[in-house]
C-alpha cells in the first residue's frame, strides 16, 4: 500500500487540493464525474493520488468513498448502514410494469421501446418510461443505426446509486436470482395482478 503522508509530506498543493475534492465530494448528494474534479485539480495523477488516498483514509471510517463509474460519492460503510435508519416518503412503490421494465433496461441495455416490449410480451405505455425517467433511474441512450433511428434507453448512475453498484456488472446473475428464490412461480413480489398495458 502507498504511504501517501511519506510520499507528499512536505507538499502543501497535495494537502490543500486533498481537502478541497473531499470538500467537493462530500458536500454533493449526488455522485461528483471526475471530469468535474479534474477541474478542479488539473494533474490527473496527482488526481489518482487524491483519490486513492481519500479511499484509504475512509476505508475504516463509518463512510466511504465508492467509485461509481466515472464519479465519486460518499456513502455509508456497509458494517453500519444497519444501524442507520433514515425515514423517507415514498410516493409509492414501482408497479409490476416499471419494474419489469426496468429491469429489461437494466439487463439488455442499450435497448428500444419495441425491445421491450417484446420482451415483456405487452405494449408499453409512455407513462411508465416517464415514471422511471422522473426518478433518474434511465436515460436515452444512443439512436440505433436502423430504418426509424430508434432511440436506446439505458441506466443512470442514479440507478446504480439507489441500488449500491458500482457498475452495471455488478447485476446479480441468473443463478445468483434463483439461489434468492426470486424466480420461482410462487413468490410474488407484487400485489397488484399482471398489468397489461
Do not use: C
Not at 7 to 19: A, E, I, P
Not at 157 to 180: R, T, V
Request: net charge negative.
Amino acid at each position: 500500500m502507498l504511504d501517501f503522508k511519506e510520499k507528499y509530506k512536505n507538499d502543501l498543493n497535495f494537502n490543500l487540493k486533498q481537502k478541497i475534492v473531499e470538500a467537493i465530494i462530500f458536500s454533493s448528494s449526488e455522485p461528483i464525474p471526475i471530469k468535474t474534479l479534474a477541474k478542479t485539480v488539473m494533474d490527473n495523477f496527482l488526481l489518482e493520488d487524491i483519490l486513492l488516498s481519500l479511499e484509504i483514509k475512509y476505508t475504516s471510517s463509518g463512510i466511504n468513498l465508492y467509485k461509481i463509474n466515472n464519479t465519486f460519492a460518499f456513502r455509508t460503510s456497509p458494517d453500519v448502514s444497519e444501524f442507520l435508519n433514515i425515514e423517507k416518503k415514498v410516493p409509492k412503490p414501482l408497479s409490476r410494469a416499471a419494474t419489469e421494465t426496468l429491469s429489461v433496461i437494466a439487463y439488455h441495455q442499450p435497448i428500444t421501446r419495441s425491445e421491450i416490449e417484446n420482451i415483456r410480451g405487452v405494449s408499453l405505455s409512455k407513462g411508465t418510461l416517464d415514471l422511471l425517467l422522473e426518478l433518474s433511474w434511465i436515460k436515452p441512450g444512443h439512436r440505433r443505426a436502423t430504418p426509424g433511428r430508434p432511440l436506446t434507453w439505458i441506466t443512470s448512475n442514479s440507478f446504480l446509486d439507489h441500488f449500491g453498484l458500482k457498475n452495471i456488472s455488478e447485476l446479480p446473475g441468473i443463478d445468483d436470482l434463483k439461489n434468492s428464490g426470486l424466480l420461482e412461480k410462487d413468490n410474488f413480489l407484487f400485489n397488484d395482478a399482471i398489468d397489461e398495458e
